[in-house]
């Protein structure tokens, strides 16, 4: 691109050494508490936006969603309206809300409930609430919106690769919707993207980024040989977290676990420096570690 200026970065790379290699972490874990990772570079162009452009903000998901978190504490920030829609939240938590769910009610968040069968409808029938003073943002932040704030994190990267004088670079990140590892790819046609599917299969993360466009021919999804299901506790996963806990840095039990465990299955093919694209959720971890705690897996103290 040749740009001279460049603006300053918004988040730093740390070495991490693990398993006896030597990784790089991009920290956008650290940019906010709640408004960090990648939900803030998707939210990025909405952060820009003046607070009189919308008087709401519409979206749907996960009960204990990180985009759902993000989006409340933009919405906060912003004075806009947050209406969400989730399907039918479980008992315990609607009594007791938890984790991001119970911050995202703190900040405001207007919950709607829609039984299983009503939800695709009602998805259908929450788009067409948009309007000049309504923004419709899709499950997860998955939309071309997210494509600008991903550019400035690729630009960081970009920066940080000449300054470092890495000639062959491959950038890791776990996909759920994929927006993010597809806009890093398209931004970064000289380095090697590197994702796994964390809802769903291989075919199905190609099938959501097809949504954006074609597959870009450096992105390289990698597998894990054993089939996760989507936010469920697995020995392997708090396994991988502890031991990145102890190398350093904390990560997310759900996305991250997974990538790096993936990552380490699939490393003596992979050539070059890699950069972790850190993209938080950690607010998460105390609910996901409560429900180590419950199934056992954390019986040692
Ligand atoms: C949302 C999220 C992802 C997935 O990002 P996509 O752009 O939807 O692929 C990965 N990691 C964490 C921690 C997340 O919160």
Sequence with gaps: MGDLLISQPISKVDRLLLREKTFFVKR????????SGNKFRKLYSLIQTPAEQYKRLISYGGTQSNAMLS??????????????TSKPVPEQLKNRPTGNLNKSLELGMRQHEVSHED???????????????????????????????????????????QESGIKQLNVVTPSGTGTTA?????????????????????AYLIAQMNILGPLPENLRILVNSKKHHFGKP??????????LNNAGIEFDLIYASLMWHTLFQHIDSI???????????????????????????MTRK
């Design 271 to 297: 050539e070059g420096t890699i950069l972790y694209v850190h993209s938080g959720g950690l607010i998460g971890n105390a609910t996901m570690l409560e429900r180590y705690k419950h199934k056992g897996f």
């Design 182 to 202: 597809y806009y890093l790819a398209t931004a970064l046609s000289d380095v090697t993207v590197l994702t796994t599917p964390s809802v769903g299969d291989e």
């Design 71 to 84: 989006i409340a504490a933009l919405c906060h920030q912003k004075g806009w309206l947050f209406d969400y």
């Design 28 to 35: 956008d874990d650290l940019i906010d508490t709640l408004l």
């Design 234 to 243: 697995y020995a392997e996963f708090l396994a991988m977290y502890n031991e």
């Design 119 to 161: 939800y695709e409808a009602a998805i259908v029938t929450l788009k067409l609430e948009a309007d000049d003073s309504t923004l419709f943002v899709p499950q997860g932040g998955a939309d071309p919106l997210a494509q600008a704030g991903i550019e400035k994190l690729a630009d960081e990267i970009k920066e940080w690769q």
